[in-house]
T-cell receptor
């Protein structure tokens, strides 16, 4: 069956460091991979989308990589700030009507 | 600009009572609309999606139903709630151009007691 895994343990880092979050998947061939930010009690907010034929995508302090051979995406936040503290979800999209979301990884950035 | 409204924000309902959650979208026409449920520590579970008025695709639930009476309105219902229906319910809209991802509503926290 299709599975998507994100590190269930929270990630704690110091302000100014780079946060790296991992998304692994099996039995799936996504056309797109999306990353979202979710704050407690709120709906997820879309951050970035990367296509299967792209290796890397950047947006301001965010960088996403996509390795279809390893079936893995890495999400980086450089120069992290306490305001970056949230849960980050990855989502696999085949381009049809359905998207599979991971459970998310909580990030805590300490000042 | 496109916005999505979802209400109520929180709801506490007894077991066996009915449910109606409403979602409306503004600023777009013929959107693809979705209902997701999120349990604590779990990924978003797709419940229903709709590509147009009156068209509903059901993914999982036996106790829930959805309807789309108008182009920009999507309703999630239940005739009799179960304890297992508790969760965080999210309505979402997907733009035709996927570069913008899903736009989610603010969510409804449902507690069935």
């Amino acid at each position: 069956s299709q599975k998507i895994e994100q590190n269930s343990e929270a990630l704690n880092i110091q302000e100014g460091k780079t946060a790296t979050l991992t998304c692994n998947y099996t039995n799936y061939s996504p056309a797109y991979l999306q990353w979202y930010r979710q704050d407690p009690g709120r709906g997820p907010v879309f951050l970035l989308l990367i296509r299967e034929n792209e290796k890397e995508k950047r947006k301001e302090r965010l960088k996403v990589t996509f390795d279809t051979t390893l079936k893995q995406s890495l999400f980086h936040i450089t120069a992290s700030q306490p305001a970056d503290s949230a849960t980050y979800l990855c989502a696999l999209d085949t381009g049809g009507f359905k998207t599979i979301f991971g459970a998310g990884t909580r990030l805590f950035v300490k000042a | 600009s496109q916005t999505i409204h979802q209400w109520p924000a929180t709801l506490v309902q007894p077991v066996g009572s009915p449910l109606s959650l409403e979602c409306t979208v503004e600023g777009t026409s013929n959107p693809n609309l979705y209902w997701y449920r999120q349990a604590a520590g779990r990924g978003l579970q797709l419940l229903f999606y709709s590509v147009g008025i009156g068209q509903i695709s059901s993914e999982v639930p036996q106790n829930l139903s959805a309807s789309r009476p108008q182009d920009r309105q999507f309703i999630l219902s239940s005739k009799k709630l179960l304890l297992s229906d508790s969760g965080f319910y999210l309505c979402a809209w997907l733009a035709g151009h996927r570069n913008y991802g899903y736009t989610f509503g603010s969510g409804t926290r449902l507690t069935v007691v």
